[in-house]
């Protein structure tokens, strides 16, 4: 998943400065996400947020793997089903050497990689992934709640 922020318009970059804190806010806000998920159905595996500039010309770039994500594979698997049920389209693929069994494998490899974002979101996250006893004195990583 990739998003941006902020998003607006060219004009209104110099009306208001953002804060880092309403960049990050805006950041994970589903609205600001380059494609039709909503990640809060998920949970994140890795993210990377990076900030740039200061003052007005202020922007952030995020980019993440999420559970999430199997709704859009899952959508995109229905839509395939459908279609190659029919055998729509399919003689434009055939004549150029493309094999129907091909179609079939990329079918299974997508159904296996939903299969796989279910798998992980459906594990267990221990809360206690930071003790005392493990650190000591030393600092504790700092834990991160979206």
Not at 30 to 57: E, Q
Not at 97 to 114: H, K, P, Q, R, Y
């Amino acid at each position: 998943m990739v998003g941006f922020a902020p998003l607006t318009s060219r004009g209104s970059h110099s009306f208001s400065a953002v804060s880092i804190p309403e960049l990050t806010q805006q950041l994970f806000d589903p609205r600001n996400m380059m494609i039709g998920s909503d990640f809060r159905n998920g949970c994140y595996l890795t993210c990377s947020a990076i900030f740039c500039g200061k003052g007005l010309k202020m922007l952030s770039t995020f980019v993440g793997n999420s559970t999430a994500i199997q709704e859009i594979f899952k959508r995109v698997g229905e839509q395939f089903t459908a279609i190659f049920r029919r055998k729509a389209f399919l003689h434009w693929y055939t004549r150029e050497g493309i094999d129907e069994m091909e179609f079939t494998e990329a079918e299974s490899n997508m159904n296996d990689l939903v299969l796989e974002y279910q798998q992980y979101q459906d594990e267990v996250i221990d809360n206690n992934v930071y003790s005392v006893e493990e650190y000591d004195e030393e600092e504790v990583p700092a834990k991160v709640d979206a």
